[in-house]
């Protein structure tokens, strides 16, 4: 069954050679092994979701040129993101995967494995686009960092409870919490917050995992009077500075 | 939509104690000026961590607060310090200018947080840091620059705010 030609596809499971020398065409590609990462990606998200009490179906298939993906239409742009997100992340093994999901991180990572060298897989959703690496042996560096930063959350929920996030900063990200901020952050959907994190980062600098250790919700008001409110209580010798630049150290003069 | 302002910009030290000092001199006047017309405009503001540092503000907990945020100085921040000002060219940003080398450091960990949050510029009083920080490939302005509706600058263009009500 394809996909209707007016409703283009969100979801799509790509697969291109590493190097311009093994490029990968409809005509070319190992079949078999792309489709068997495809339904194992899906199968994947499909039982990430009811893990967490939500429904995420796939409808229609369409195969793509270009280089050769896989494509279908997700019940919801949104939860594909996240789970697509979050399977390529226990795939890479930066995080254990969910109770029960564990022979499937197992299986899908073989397939992947199994598309072979020279072969790069990619998932995408509606201009998201990850790459689905499965590394030989785990990282063996691997940095936590505990940071701060403004990020809006845009789902909080799940049995082991999760907060997807946006950010200026990050882009889109998923962080464990415990309960009560998870509920915290539900109520404050679509609102910025002033999070603060543990986190781990890929080469990239892409936050792929962590834990939300604190989240405050912006306080209301004028902003450039709670500044000058704030300065004037904490650097108050700036009051009697005349000249800032040189008080600064800029100027010897 | 004011065309002379940018989306996003990142405050140097200086700018932040003149726009939020209260002297009424001619910087302060333009600083004022400039942070009251981003807010209005709803442009995003960012102060880096170590201004904080550098203005040597006592424990007194940051206002959070919308369109105004610190930038931490993190992991991503460091490696962009690293790639885009390293130690050998703070060094000759020191011998250049002649002020102590705390000031360079200051002036690059700031730089360096001004490029991590995607900032679309510098806004600075100081001409020299200005120059350091286009070296590293972020924009700077004096903030008269941006205050002046008149003038048409080719920023590029990003959303919105998602927060703002």
Same mark, same amino acid.
């Given at each position: 069954?394809?996909?209707?030609?007016?409703?283009?596809?969100?979801? @799509?499971?790509?697969?291109?050679?590493?190097?311009?020398?093994?490029?990968?065409?409809?005509? +070319?590609?190992?079949?078999?092994?792309?489709?068997?990462?495809?339904?194992?990606?899906?199968? @994947?998200?499909?039982?990430?979701?009811?893990?967490?009490?939500?429904?995420?179906? @796939? +409808?229609?298939?369409?195969?793509?040129?270009?280089?050769?993906?896989?494509?279908?239409?997700?019940?919801? +742009?949104?939860?594909?993101?996240?789970?697509? !997100?979050?399977?390529?992340?226990?795939?890479?093994? /930066?995080?254990?995967?969910?109770?029960?999901?564990?022979?499937?991180?197992?299986?899908?990572?073989?397939? /992947?494995?199994?598309?072979?060298?020279?072969?790069?897989?990619?998932?995408?959703?509606?201009?998201?686009?990850?790459?689905?690496?499965?590394?030989?042996?785990?990282?063996?560096?691997?940095?936590?960092?505990?940071?701060?930063?403004?990020?809006?959350?845009?789902?909080?929920?799940?049995?082991?409870?999760?907060?997807?996030?946006?950010?200026?900063? !990050?882009?889109? @990200?998923?962080?464990?919490?415990?309960?009560?901020?998870?509920?915290?952050?539900?109520?404050?959907?679509?609102?910025?917050?002033?999070? +603060?994190?543990?986190?781990?980062? !890929?080469?990239?600098?892409?936050?792929?995992?962590?834990?939300?250790?604190?989240?405050?919700?912006?306080?209301?008001?004028?902003?450039?009077?709670?500044?000058?409110?704030?300065?004037?209580?904490?650097?108050?010798?700036?009051?009697?500075? !005349?000249?800032?630049?040189?008080?600064?150290?800029?100027?010897?003069? | 939509?004011?065309?002379?302002?940018?989306?996003? #910009?990142?405050?140097?030290?200086?700018?932040?104690?003149?726009?939020? *000092? *209260?002297?009424?001199?001619?910087?302060?006047?333009?600083?004022?000026?400039?942070?009251? %017309?981003?807010?209005?405009?709803?442009?995003?503001?960012?102060? #880096?961590?170590? &201004?904080? =540092?550098?203005?040597? =503000?006592?424990?007194?907990? &940051?206002?959070?607060?919308? *369109?105004?945020? $610190?930038?931490?100085?993190?992991?991503?921040?460091?490696?962009?310090?690293?790639?885009?000002?390293?130690?050998?060219? $703070?060094?000759?940003?020191?011998?250049?200018?002649?002020?102590?080398?705390?000031?360079?450091?200051?002036?690059?960990?700031?730089? =360096?947080?001004?490029?991590?949050? %995607?900032?679309?510029?510098?806004?600075?009083?100081?001409?020299?840091?200005?120059?350091?920080?286009?070296?590293?490939?972020? %924009? =700077?302005?004096?903030?008269?620059?941006?205050?002046?509706?008149?003038?048409?600058?080719?920023?590029?263009?990003?959303?919105?705010? %998602?927060?703002?009500?």
């Amino acid at each position: 069954m394809g996909a209707s030609p007016n409703k283009p596809t969100d979801f @799509f499971v790509e697969m291109k050679g590493e190097k311009s020398s093994d490029v990968v065409t409809p005509q +070319t590609v190992d079949g078999a092994a792309l489709l068997q990462i495809a339904a194992g990606y899906v199968d @994947f998200m499909q039982a990430l979701a009811r893990g967490e009490g939500e429904e995420l179906a @796939f +409808t229609g298939i369409e195969i793509r040129s270009g280089s050769v993906c896989v494509a279908s239409n997700p019940s919801s +742009t949104r939860l594909a993101r996240e789970y697509a !997100d979050r399977t390529a992340g226990y795939l890479e093994g /930066v995080e254990e995967p969910p109770r029960g999901l564990e022979s499937r991180t197992h299986n899908l990572g073989l397939a /992947v494995k199994a598309a072979g060298l020279g072969k790069l897989i990619y998932v995408n959703v509606a201009g998201w686009r990850r790459p689905v690496r499965i590394p030989e042996t785990k990282a063996p560096e691997v940095f936590w960092e505990l940071t701060s930063f403004r990020a809006t959350p845009i789902r909080a929920g799940g049995k082991e409870p999760r907060v997807r996030f946006e950010s200026v900063t !990050d882009g889109e @990200f998923s962080l464990r919490a415990d309960a009560e901020i998870a509920r915290k952050l539900g109520g404050l959907l679509y609102q910025e917050v002033e999070v +603060t994190a543990n986190v781990l980062r !890929d080469a990239d600098g892409a936050i792929r995992a962590g834990r939300v250790e604190d989240a405050i919700p912006l306080a209301e008001g004028d902003p450039i009077a709670a500044w000058r409110e704030w300065l004037q209580q904490a650097a108050p010798r700036w009051a009697d500075v !005349d000249d800032i630049e040189k008080e600064l150290g800029r100027r010897d003069e | 939509m004011n065309e002379s302002l940018p989306f996003s #910009a990142i405050l140097d030290s200086s700018v932040v104690i003149a726009a939020f *000092g *209260g002297r009424f001199e001619e910087n302060s006047r333009i600083c004022a000026e400039f942070v009251s %017309k981003m807010r209005a405009e709803r442009r995003r503001l960012w102060i #880096a961590a170590p &201004t904080l =540092a550098e203005i040597n =503000a006592r424990p007194f907990p &940051t206002p959070i607060v919308e *369109g105004i945020a $610190v930038v931490s100085f993190d992991r991503p921040a460091a490696l962009i310090l690293a790639e885009k000002m390293p130690h050998e060219c $703070v060094r000759q940003f020191r011998d250049e200018g002649g002020a102590p080398m705390s000031y360079y450091k200051f002036d690059s960990l700031i730089v =360096a947080c001004g490029l991590r949050c %995607k900032a679309e510029c510098l806004v600075s009083l100081d001409e020299r840091q200005r120059h350091r920080s286009e070296r590293a490939g972020l %924009k =700077a302005f004096h903030p008269s620059e941006l205050a002046d509706r008149q003038r048409s600058l080719p920023f590029n263009e990003e959303p919105m705010l %998602k927060s703002v009500p």
